[in-house]
């Protein structure tokens, strides 16, 4: 049930800004953006959520285009430590409730 | 540091035993989450439980499976017969709700890995 569209994989070089796109085309004015990650092995980890402002937080900034049909997660000093799944995650808090549903995600490969 | 607790780490049982995998969820988080996770699926949502109310287990197969919250303190999921097709990640996650539902984290726990032979 994702609602929403990612690259499959991701390469980026060590110390560069990783930019992890993400197209929700069908988003709804009550829809949230949210991102995750996963770690070889790992459970999900959450990273950032957004409405319509961008935010930042230590690990990462999020970036909502006006029209909010597409976003764009930027880690700005990826480390090696950084290669995981990506998540993007839209979510009705009103009717969707609780649901996460999580896509494919974007396999992302920092590289030395 | 709060985490959410899942045993047993790993399992590894024959067609047609039971299976029991526990999650301690962080406390004080009222919703509860149920994830598989194989290769060929990716993760999906079995079920999930707010304030210990089961409100959707939808993607869980009826017919073997249940999940429950005897407490605030354990999820369970139980597998019974247990077939090779169970085989994968099991994660339990957590989230405090409020009244438009989880706005901020999902705490995922580290997962069960089942292998059923």
């Known amino acids: 049930d994702a609602k929403t569209t990612q690259p499959t994989s991701m390469d980026c070089a060590e110390g560069r800004a990783a930019n992890l796109p993400c197209n929700h085309s069908?988003?709804?004015?009550?829809?949230?953006v949210y991102w995750y990650r996963q770690i070889h092995s790992q459970g999900p980890q959450y990273i950032i959520h957004?409405?319509?402002n961008n935010e930042t937080n230590e690990m990462a900034s999020l970036i909502i285009t006006e029209d909010r049909k597409s976003s764009t997660l930027i880690l700005p000093h990826a480390t090696l430590r950084d290669t995981a799944v990506y998540y993007c995650i839209v979510r009705d808090l009103a009717h969707n409730f609780n649901k996460f549903y999580f896509g494919s995600g974007t396999k992302l490969n920092v590289k030395p | 540091d709060a985490r959410v607790t899942q045993t047993p780490r790993h399992k590894v049982t024959e067609m047609g035993q039971e299976v029991t995998m526990r999650c301690q969820p962080i406390l004080g988080h009222n919703t509860v989450f149920w994830y598989r996770q194989t290769m060929m699926q990716g993760l999906e949502l079995l079920a999930y439980?707010?304030?210990?109310?089961?409100?959707?287990d939808s993607g869980m197969p009826k017919d073997r499976f249940s999940a429950e919250m005897p407490d605030a303190t354990l999820a369970t999921l139980k597998i019974q017969p247990s077939e090779p097709r169970d085989s994968a990640v099991y994660f339990c996650?957590?989230?405090?709700?409020?009244?438009?539902?989880?706005?901020?984290?999902?705490?995922f726990g580290e997962g069960s890995r089942l292998t059923v032979l």
């Open positions: 957004g409405l319509k």
């Open positions: 069908t988003i709804s004015g009550n829809e949230y």
């Open positions: 439980f707010r304030n210990r109310a089961p409100l959707d």
């Open positions: 996650a957590s989230g405090l709700t409020g009244g438009g539902g989880i706005t901020g984290e999902l705490f």
